[in-house]
T-cell receptor, first 110, second 110 residues
Framework: RKEVEQDPGPFNVPEGATVAFNCTYSNSASQSFFWYRQDCRKEPKLLMSVYSSGNEDGRFTAQLNRASQYISLLIRDSKLSDSATYLCVVLSGGYQKVTFGIGTKLQVIP | NAGVTQTPKFQVLKTGQSMTLQCAQDMNHNSMYWYRQDPGMGLRLIYYSASEGTTDKGEVPNGYNVSRLNKREFSLRLESAAPSQTSVYFC?????????FGPGTRLTVL
């Protein structure tokens, strides 16, 4: 089993739709979790951290489920500009043990 | 404030050639990282440097060496390039949990 697993997609959704991505991790001792966004042929950029209590930033909501060992990202009211690849990142013991998922590709269609 | 810069942006090498990828950050971050990104795989950590004067191996260090020249600069050297090192290389620096990535170097080894 991979340490961090994501469905690579692509997820093709119409503008205005709500879409959710999950990411599962295998190390129960993992400590910190993040979602990064990567546009085509660009560098990754932090979208949001994922806290145990969940967190929301505008149309984006991130959740952590430690019992089932997954994190999720919900995007409401999708915009064309949301089209990108969303990377799940898990830290286990500091940055010497950082694991990126392969990313989930989202394409928002007019 | 340029953030994280990388040179070169593109490079083609022949098997056995050597080269150094340069990275610099102007955000006064202590920690810096080198990753590679390959299709179908998440970003993988090659080396990281927690502070000036220290470097540590990541997940895939074989075939690479690094130098943390000063707080700003962190270089990655390929002593004898192999086709398996064809990849996109990203440098990053961090403040706390957030990593800031450079624009990447696309390297092809023939």
């Amino acid at each position: 089993r991979k340490e961090v697993e994501q469905d690579p997609g692509p997820f093709n959704v119409p503008e205005g739709a709500t879409v959710a991505f999950n990411c599962t991790y295998s190390n129960s001792a993992s400590q910190s979790f993040f979602w990064y966004r990567q546009d085509c042929r660009k560098e990754p950029k932090l979208l949001m951290s994922v806290y145990s209590s969940g967190n929301e930033d505008g149309r984006f909501t991130a959740q952590l489920n430690r019992a089932s060992q997954y994190i999720s990202l919900l995007i409401r009211d999708s915009k064309l500009s949301d089209s990108a690849t969303y990377l799940c990142v898990v830290l286990s013991g500091g940055y010497q043990k950082v694991t990126f998922g392969i990313g989930t590709k989202l394409q928002v269609i007019p | 404030n340029a953030g994280v810069t990388q040179t070169p942006k593109f490079q083609v090498l022949k098997t056995g050639q050597s080269m150094t990828l340069q990275c610099a950050q102007d955000m006064n971050h202590n920690s810096m990282y080198w990753y590679r990104q390959d299709p179908g795989m998440g970003l993988r950590l090659i080396y990281y440097s927690a502070s000036e004067g220290t470097t540590d191996k990541g997940e895939v260090p074989n075939g690479y060496n690094v130098s943390r020249l000063n707080k700003r600069e962190f270089s990655l050297r390929l002593e004898s390039a192999a086709p398996s090192q064809t990849s996109v290389y990203f440098c990053a620096s961090s403040r706390g949990d957030e990593q800031f990535f450079g624009p990447g170097t696309r390297l092809t080894v023939l």
